[in-house]
Every structure is written in C-alpha cells, then in structure tokens.
C-alpha cells in the first residue's frame, strides 16, 4: 500500500489518491526509484480539489510534472472524480 | 429446414409469452411519448427512463409493476404483469397513496402480515421507485421499500421462502424451453463459485439476455441498505443467490424470473423496526445472440457506475508510511515473526499464537512467506536504508535457492517438502513462476533466476499435458490432477510468468505461450475462472501487453465480479466496501488478496487501459485497508505485533470472527507495510 499509494508520490489532500504504476516495470533494485515515474491521479470525491504533489525520492531535486507532454505547475486543480495521468522527472 | 430454423418459431412463442400474460393492461396499443415522462393512466402511474416504461398497478391495489421496452412508436413487455416489490405472502403492500415526485413514483400504505404470536400484525410501508440519472450511467431505475414494522413479523418458510426479490420475464411453452429457448438465453449468476459450485459472497448482481424474446435484463441488490438479514431469517449469501428462477405450470408453461432468490432459509423472524428492500433494475432490447464474455463486458459496464465509494477512513488510519515503518518494526521480532528450519532463517506464515486456526510446524516455512515479504522490502529498503533490516532480507535471499528441486524441476512452497508432495497449483504459479523472479531480477540473483527458468519448462510441460486448464491439486513429480477441481484462472499466471521468461531470455516462444494462455481463458465459460482474484488480474495485466486489449478487459471485468461493491452492514467495526473475496467460496476479505488483486492493476494502466471504476476500487482500499489491524476501531494502545495485519475481516456469512485466521506475517513488508 505505501510503495503504491505514497512512497514515490504524495498529494497534500489526503482524499485524493495518487497511484504509482511503474512496480511492475521495476526489475533492479539498484535502479529503484526510476527519475521517470508514472502515476495516476484521481479525485473520487464529488468537488474540485486542488493538488500540490511531492515526489519523495528527488529528495529536494527540481521535478518536473507533466501529463501527455504538456507540464503542470506542483499545484493544479482536479475536476470532480476526474483521473490525471502523470509523469514526473527529476 | 436447418436444425436452427426448424425451431426459429420458438422466438416468436415465446416473445408474445409476456404480452400475452398481460390481461389487465393493453399495451401493444400504447404509444411512446419520446423525451416526455409518462403521467398518470387510468390503470396507475408509469415512469420511463431510456427506452424502458415502467407502470404500476392502480391506488388501492396490491402495489405491482410490469416494465416496457421502447419498440419504434409501441411499447412491448419485458417483463410479466404483477411483479411485487417484494415477494411473499407476509407482503401484500396495498397502496394508500401513489404519487410522481420529480423522476420518482412514491407510494405507501398498509400491509398485513403474522406477528410471533401469530396473530394479524398490520404494519406501514413506504417505497421510492426512482428513474436514476443517464448522465451517470445507464437508465436503471431505482427500487427502495421500506417496511415500517411496530414488532416482529414471522415469516412463511415453508414450500416457498420469504422474503425474495423476484422480477418474472416470460412464461412460455416447457416443451420449446427445451426445444432451444434455454439455448438462446446467457445468464450470468453471483455469487461466484468455485470450480465445485461451493458460493462465495461478492457481487450481488444478475445478467440475463434473453435472445428468444431480445431483451437483456440486469439487476444489482444494494445490501448496504438490507440490514435485517441475519441467521434469524436468511443470512445473506449463505442461502440467496442472485440467479435465475423457473416455475412450473400444470398447464405445460413454465414461467422465468430472475432476481435475488433462496430455496432455505435458517429462520422465520423478520426484526422489528426499519426493514428496507434496495434494488436495481435495467432491461434493454437486444436481438444478438452475444458471446458470454460480450456479455460480461456490456453487464459489467453497465453495473460500474453503480459502485459507490464511501469517502470515510478508519480511526487508526494515518498514512501507509507510518504502517510500513511499523511493519518492518514488528518483522524483525525474532520470537514472534521468525521460525528456524535446519540452520535456515524464516518468517511463520501467522504472527506466532495469533491463529485460532493454524500452528507453525517447528520444521517449515513457506516460499508464499518469504517472497511476499522480499518483494516490496527489496524496494523499501532503497528508500529507506536499514543494515539491520537489509540483514534479514540477505538471510531470506539466501533461502530461496533451496525451495527449487532439481529432480522435479519445481518450486516448492514448503521449504521443508514432504514425501509425494501434492500442489495447490496457484502457488508455485504465482510464488514460484512471478514473485520469485522478481526478486531474483530485483536482487540481480542468477541462481534464482536460472531456477525460475527451469521451472517454467516444468510448468509449459503442465500447460501443454492440460491444454491450459489446470487442475487445482496435483502431483509435483508426476505432474498427475488430484481430485476433481479445477482452477482455469492460473492460466493467467502463467501467461504473465511467460512475459517474464521473455524478459530475461528475449524468445519470443514465451510470448507465444502467454497468448495461448490467455486465449484459453477467454474461450472457458466464466464461471469457471473464479478462485485467486489475482489470478485474473495477472491475466489482464498479460493481455495488456501482448497488445490483446478486449480479453484484457474482459478479464479484468471478471475480476471484478469477486469484488464486494457493498458494505456489509452486520459488521459495525469495519467495512469491506471495495476490497475483494480472498478466494472464491472463502467468503471473506483478505489483506493479501486485496493488495495483490489490484497491483497488476498499476501495469495494465501503466499501458493504457484505464477504466475510472477501477480507481474507484482503488481508493476504497486505500482507506479500508487499515480495518485489517488489530483494534482498528478501538484503542490501538499497547498491542504486540500491531503492525501485521490479520489475514480476515468478519461478514456475515461467517458470523463475524474478524482475525481469527491470525495476523499473516506474510503479509506485513509486502502487502500492508510496502507494497
């Protein structure tokens, strides 16, 4: 649950849920974690929330959010039961 | 004449069978008014949603529906006339009053049942029946009764049980039924079953499309709301089944229905107070005969929508990081979590005296043990460096090349094998053939690679010698089915096994067997696929990436169907909304299969196949998740072993019994702590 839900990514809004997909792509501990993660966010609950995302294993570093190619600044708002897949680089 | 157009006559029987049923209300004749809701007629009030009319019986009488389906400017039958909301004598519910509100009909009045005495018990009732919002999904309408009881009701369980919810279709002619109209029909019963019919307690819902008279019909029961059921009357899934009824006419007829139906019951009170009666029901024309996964498919996404996801947490929940930290903490108990075997060091299956059920033995430990916990800790640990922790994980890497016998050329989960040695074939597929792999890919380990390799030729021999449809038991050496079960679904271990094989080898003759794999399981009935939920979810997972996407939907839509879309309302200290039956026929949730359920899931969206339900899913567990630790709901104060969860949430098919199962250490750094 945590390597899915909040090692790799984590969202300051608990009701919204960020999800790694990358676990199974993962085949050497040595190269864990990736500097390119792939997530999906999504916002199950019936109002806009606004999401500010923290990437953990950049310790600090600048990261670098984007979905399909087009970049999201750390904070944006998500739609009412709206899902965002995302790529974060660092 | 061909054998199917010498009894292509049996459509047009049976599809005036409804009609012809319909004495008291002349429908043929009923012109459709597209957009506009249907106001009061003489004969009552109706309400139409999509292509369907439904229409009650008139103020005053016993309250009744008989839907329609839109056909050009008429509106056909598509079910019988006089269907109560709720079926048995102890509810003849009279209207008093009958009124549109809005996209609803709502209705009350009075009924009469016994009471424990036996005596008349007169009671009020109120319904809602309501056309549900297409913007949210399909045009389902809505079916809530409440009954509104001042004392007990004893119910009739004699040759018929009560209370049932049953939506009757057609009648027609027993002699065509056999001719080929039960040949024309697709049904799709809950709950699952295991391979030997033994039922399980997840997805409350029926599919039946009816191509003799073109009609699909669905119906989904909201057991959140139906909190009287209990041993007092008729305990859940232990005696109903959502399913198909038939009943047999002396005059040759016989009538179909479907809906949530029980042929025993283990007792006859019905409680005082509240008692509440919530379903849902959708008809659609359909003409094609479809395949029975097309089916899955169209019902299954009809019903998503449905699932609603509660967005509370439990007391103890905090974030999963605290409960992996805890986790790892309670792993390195040596007394409580650790067993040593012959100089080797191992982790016991249950948190030492916590099962009610099972005792380690001194001289064993399990491959499932181990590698649920290396898995995930092999990544945690590059997150979160810890010698001491790193050291137990080394001495665990050390064990695994051990489980591999060369002379059978398979892996074990009994690190300490016994003579004759006798599979569950879920376990070496999935402990042996995926998560053994990835830890050896994951610890750079050759050895264990090289195994995992080995066994796979071993299991492509059992795939070959069973045409992919495994049996449950066999023997290891000789490769022999024991007994008469079956569990198709590895099928789908073994196809996500062979991608990994091609991973580290590059032949593309893996691939091959994945997708032979996956098609095999594609072509058996699906009620047959129904054990390890994982087991699906791997497949799916295999499908995405061999590019075979409608059978990985397909897949992941029959996963699904072993997941609980309701709460469970007789368990007030937990809830299983969106958590998974741990296996079919277990009757329970559990921390493993719940996590390893929807972990393929991350991959299969990884490649694109991103269903919004599933998130739904998802985050339902990742609040949930937290009931499976030990007082959860109370005071978490103090309590040994607190970050490893119990294997099992009480239900009420099992009369609660939350943890007794034990607290499965295999599940701490893997399943609750890491992954």
């Known amino acids: 649950m945590y390597l899915m839900f909040e090692a790799l990514g984590r969202l300051s809004d608990r009701e919204l849920m960020l999800v790694n997909l990358d676990l199974l792509d993962t085949f050497e501990a040595k190269s864990f974690p990736a500097q390119r993660l792939n997530f999906i966010l999504y916002n199950p609950t019936a109002d806009v929330r606004s999401a500010t995302i923290t990437i953990p294993p950049a310790e600090g570093r600048k990261v670098r959010l984007s979905e399909n190619g087009k970049i999201l600044g750390q904070s944006f708002q998500v739609p009412a039961r709206a899902t965002v897949q995302i790529a974060a680089e660092f | ?675």
């Not at chain 2, 400017?73 to 509100?101: C, D, E, K, M």
């Not at chain 2, 005596?119 to 029946?129: F, G, T």
């Not at chain 2, 990835?438 to 492509?460: D, W, Y």
């Not at chain 2, 099928?491 to 997708?515: Q, S, V």
């Open chain 2, 1 to 675: 004449m061909s054998h199917l157009d010498r009894r292509g006559f049996m459509k047009a029987l049976l599809a005036t069978a409804a009609g012809a049923s319909s004495a008291r209300v002349a429908v043929s004749g009923l012109t459709a008014s597209p957009g506009a809701d249907t106001e009061t007629t003489a004969s009552g009030l109706s309400l139409e949603n999509g292509e369907q009319l439904l229409r009650f019986s008139s103020l005053g009488e016993k309250l009744t529906f008989q839907n329609f389906l839109r056909a050009g400017n008429a509106w056909q039958p598509a079910t019988l006339i006089g269907i109560p909301l709720v079926t048995g004598p102890s509810f003849p519910l009279v209207t008093s009053a009958l009124r549109r509100q809005g996209s609803s009909v709502v209705c009350e009045g009075k009924a009469t049942a016994a009471g424990l005495d036996g005596q008349p018990l007169e009671y009020p009732w109120s319904a809602e029946i309501c056309a549900l919002d297409q913007s949210v999904g399909e045009p389902w309408f809505r079916f809530r009764t409440t009954l509104h009881l001042p004392a007990p009701v004893r119910l009739h369980q004699e040759s018929q049980i009560e209370p049932q919810i049953i939506v009757w279709l057609t009648s027609g002619s027993t002699l065509m039924e056999g001719q080929s109209g039960s040949w024309r029909r697709i049904l799709l019963e809950q709950p699952t079953r295991n391979s030997l019919g033994a039922s399980g307690n997840d997805l409350p819902a029926v599919y039946l499309l009816d191509q003799n008279v073109g009609v699909e019909t669905m119906m989904f029961f909201e057991m959140s709301n139906m909190g009287w059921m209990s041993v007092e009357n008729l305990p859940r899934f232990l005696v109903y089944r959502c399913s198909s009824i038939s009943r047999i006419g002396r005059d040759g007829t016989q009538r179909l229905g479907i809906g949530l139906v029980a042929d025993q019951a283990t007792g006859n009170v019905l409680p005082a107070g509240d008692v509440s009666f919530s379903y849902l029901l959708l008809q659609r024309p359909l003409t094609r005969l479809l395949t029975e996964q097309e089916a899955v498919v169209r019902w299954q996404q009809a019903l998503l929508p449905l699932f609603e996801e509660k967005l509370a947490w439990p007391r103890c929940a905090t974030t999963w990081k605290d409960f992996a930290a805890g986790t790892i903490d309670d792993l390195q108990e040596k007394n409580a979590a650790w067993v040593e075997v012959n100089g080797h060091a191992g982790l016991r299956a249950y948190v030492k005296d916590s099962s009610q059920l099972w005792k380690q033995p001194g001289d064993n430990f399990e491959l499932m043990t181990v590698a649920d916990v290396l898995w995930p800790s092999l990544l945690y640990l590059r997150l979160h460096p810890s010698p001491t922790f790193e050291l137990e994980c080394d001495q665990l890497l050390a064990d695994l090349p051990a489980f591999y016998h060369a002379d059978t050329g398979s892996l074990s989960n009994d690190f300490g094998r016994g003579p004759n040695e006798r599979a569950d074939s879920w376990y070496p597929f999935e402990n042996g053939l995926i998560k053994y792999p990835m830890i050896g890919m994951l610890a750079g380990s050759k050895p264990v690679t090289n195994h995992f390799l080995e066994a796979f030729q071993t299991a492509q021999k059992m795939a070959h010698q069973y045409d992919y449809l495994f049996p449950i038991y066999y023997q290891v050496s000789s490769l022999r089915a024991e007994g008469a079960g079956t569990n198709y679904a590895v099928a789908g271990l073994y196809a996500w096994a062979a991608l990994l094989a091609y991973r580290l080898t590059g032949e593309e003759r893996y691939r091959d067997e994945a997708r032979q794999a996956i098609r095999v399981l594609c072509t058996v009935p699906a009620s047959r696929l129904f054990h390890e939920p994982q087991e699906l979810a791997y497949g799916a997972l295999a499908a995405v990436e061999l590019g075979l996407r409608d059978e990985a939907t397909y897949l992941l839509y029959e996963e699904l169907r072993m997941f609980y879309w309701c709460s469970d309302p007789s368990q007030k200290s937990h809830d299983i909304r969106g958590m998974v039956q741990a296996a079919a026929s277990i009757l329970y949730p559990a921390f493993k299969e719940n996590v390893e359920a929807i972990l393929p899931w991350t991959g299969i969206m990884k490649r694109g196949l991103v269903f919004e339900g599933l998130l739904r899913f998802m985050d339902q567990q990742r609040r949930n998740n937290f009931s499976f630790f030990q007082e959860c709901s109370g005071n978490r104060q103090g309590i040994p072993m607190a970050f490893v969860p119990y294997e099992n949430l009480g239900t009420l098919e099992l009369g609660g019994q939350t943890g007794n199962v034990g607290k499965e250490s295999m599940a701490p750094a893997s399943r609750s702590g890491c992954t």
